[in-house]
């Protein structure tokens, strides 16, 4: 079984440009979730949705961050316009419905905003 | 979601156990006891969870004091491979969006010595 996929694994852009990051998860897991880690700082929860429908989206730093997810299958988080504080790991993971049920994280893209 | 402490890090020799305390001292009852890793680079990985009987799986061991306040995680023959950050995360078991969120400390840094 495939586990989370991220693409790309690296990304490197300048401040200002549009960046997205794509996550693919486990099959038939309805929950998506985005996490990132900020140089330094702890791994934080950005949002999570349920099939197409975001359910949670308390951690998203501010609105130049647009996350979808069409059709309930793959996920893609857009960052217009980058900024520099933007830089760190953002990491996916997926998990079937039912409320113990792990999540599996995929390996992250490392975005760098130069 | 329960705060927990752990210890920021250990060491652990190859071969033998390591045992990871964490302490959640105002867990409710219906938040699960969580243990993710994340070895360098890498994306989180899902070790195991329990609610309050001690859980056994091909990776760890999880006990859980009968007062529910700490748990210590038993990695039985650590490897070299093991080092990582070791995370103790309870979570809210149920349905509901904000339930479903893992919201992860500085975690433990275990170093698996030769």
């Known amino acids: 079984e495939a586990g989370v996929t991220q693409f790309p694994s690296h990304s490197v852009i300048e401040k200002g440009q549009t960046v997205t990051l794509r996550c693919d998860p486990i099959s038939g897991h309805d929950n998506l979730y985005w996490y990132r880690r900020v140089m330094g700082k702890e791994i934080k929860f950005l949002l999570h949705?349920?099939?197409?429908?975001?359910?949670?989206e308390s951690g998203m730093p501010n609105n130049r961050f647009l996350a979808e997810r069409t059709g309930g299958t793959y996920s893609t988080l857009k960052v217009q316009p980058a900024e520099l504080e933007d830089s760190g790991v953002y990491f996916c993971?997926?998990?079937?419905?039912?409320?113990?049920?792990?999540?599996?994280f995929g390996q992250g893209t490392r975005l760098t905003v130069v | 979601d329960a705060k927990t402490t752990q210890p920021p890090s250990m060491d652990c020799a190859e071969g033998r156990a390591a045992n990871l305390p964490c302490n959640h001292s105002?867990?409710?009852?219906?938040?699960?006891v969580y243990w993710y890793r994340q070895i360098h680079s890498q994306g989180p990985q899902y070790i195991i969870h329990g609610l309050k009987n001690n859980e056994t799986n091909e990776m760890a061991s999880l006990i859980i004091t009968e007062d529910r306040k700490s748990s210590t995680l038993i990695l039985p023959h650590a490897t070299l491979r093991d080092t990582a950050v070791y995370y103790c995360?309870?979570?809210?078991w149920g349905s509901g969006g904000s339930n479903y969120k893992l919201t992860f400390g500085k975690g433990t840094l275990l170093t698996v010595n030769p």
């Open positions: 995360i309870v979570r809210a």
């Open positions: 993971a997926s998990s079937s419905i039912g409320g113990a049920n792990e999540a599996f």
């Open positions: 949705f349920v099939k197409e429908s975001k359910q949670d």
């Open positions: 105002t867990i409710s009852g219906n938040e699960y």
